[in-house]
C-alpha cells in the first residue's frame, strides 16, 4: 500500500480530471491486454455476466505519480485489495474456470446510492476446462494416454483440472509462439501506437508501459504451462493438432 495515498476518495466522473501519468497508464493498459494471444495459448479472459466484480473508481486512483509504472503499481494496488472478493462471483458464473493472477483492464461505470462511478474494471485470465476447442468431444480417446498437442493452442485446457486432458496420463505441448514474444510484443506496440496517433486527441501511448504489460501476461502464462511444455517429445500415443480457422470475411 503506497504511503503517498491521499486521504479520502473524490468521486471524479473523467479521465481527463486524473493526473497525467495515471490517465496515460490506463489509456495504454486498456489498449494492451492482447487477448488474442491468451486465445492462441488456450487462455482468455473472463467476461461478467452482470455489472463488473472487479471494479476501481477513478477517485482511489487520484494522486500524483512520477511515470506510469507508478501509476500501474497504483493500479495493481487497488485490484489487489479487491480482487478475492470479485473472484468469489466470477467462480459462480465460471465454475470450471481457474482464474490467474493477470487482469484485463476496460472503462467502467456503474451507479451507487444515487450517485454515478466511473473507473476501470479487472477480468481475470482464466484457464477453462474447454473453450475454442470442444476437446470433451475426444474424451475416450485421450483418456489414460500419452498425448502430444503440436500447437499452445490447448496450454490452457491442459492445466485445468477439470478437462478432459487431466485425464491423460501425460500432456506435452510444442510452444512455437514464446520463440517469438519480442517480435508479437514489437507488432502490438506499432499497432497501438498508431491508432493513437491517428485517432487520440492526446496521442497518448506508453509504448515502454505497454511492453511492460504484455511482456506481464507471457510471463504469467510460461509460469502456468512450464511443466507441460517440450522441444523434445517423448513417446506418445495420441497426437493433437488444433487449429484455428477464420473465413475470409
Not at 37 to 56: D, N, Q, S, T
Not at 115 to 132: F, R
Not at 193 to 215: A, N, P, Q, V
Amino acid at each position: 500500500m503506497s504511503i503517498f495515498r491521499k486521504e479520502g476518495e473524490k468521486n471524479i466522473l473523467h479521465i481527463d480530471h486524473l493526473n497525467p501519468m495515471m490517465k496515460k497508464a490506463i489509456k495504454t493498459l486498456i489498449d494492451s491486454g492482447i487477448p488474442e494471444v491468451a486465445k492462441i495459448y488456450g487462455f482468455r479472459y473472463l467476461f461478467p455476466k452482470i455489472g463488473e466484480p472487479i471494479f476501481v473508481p477513478y477517485g482511489k486512483l487520484d494522486d500524483e505519480f512520477k511515470d506510469t509504472h507508478e501509476a500501474f503499481e497504483r493500479i495493481l494496488e487497488e485490484v489487489n485489495e479487491i480482487k478475492d472478493e470479485g473472484m468469489k462471483t466470477y467462480r459462480t458464473w465460471y465454475p470450471f474456470a481457474e482464474e490467474i493472477d493477470h487482469f484485463r483492464f476496460t472503462f467502467y461505470s456503474t451507479t451507487s446510492e444515487g450517485k454515478m462511478k466511473v473507473g476501470i474494471a479487472a477480468n481475470p485470465l482464466a484457464s477453462l476446462e474447454q473453450d475454442a476447442f470442444k476437446i470433451n468431444d475426444i474424451a475416450d480417446e485421450i483418456k489414460d494416454k500419452n498425448v502430444l498437442v503440436l500447437t499452445p493452442a490447448l496450454a490452457g485446457q491442459a492445466i485445468n483440472s477439470s478437462s478432459v486432458l487431466s485425464k491423460s496420463s501425460k500432456v506435452q505441448v510444442v510452444d512455437f509462439v514464446s520463440q517469438r514474444e519480442a517480435e508479437i510484443i514489437d507488432s502490438f506496440i506499432w499497432l497501438n501506437k498508431s491508432f493513437h496517433e491517428k485517432y487520440d486527441k492526446d496521442k497518448e501511448y506508453d509504448s515502454e508501459l505497454g511492453r511492460t504489460y504484455m511482456k506481464r501476461l507471457f510471463s504469467v502464462i510460461r509460469s502456468m504451462i512450464s511443466s507441460k511444455v517440450t522441444e523434445n517429445p517423448s513417446k506418445t500415443d495420441v497426437t493433437i493438432l488444433p487449429l484455428f480457422v477464420y473465413p475470409k470475411k
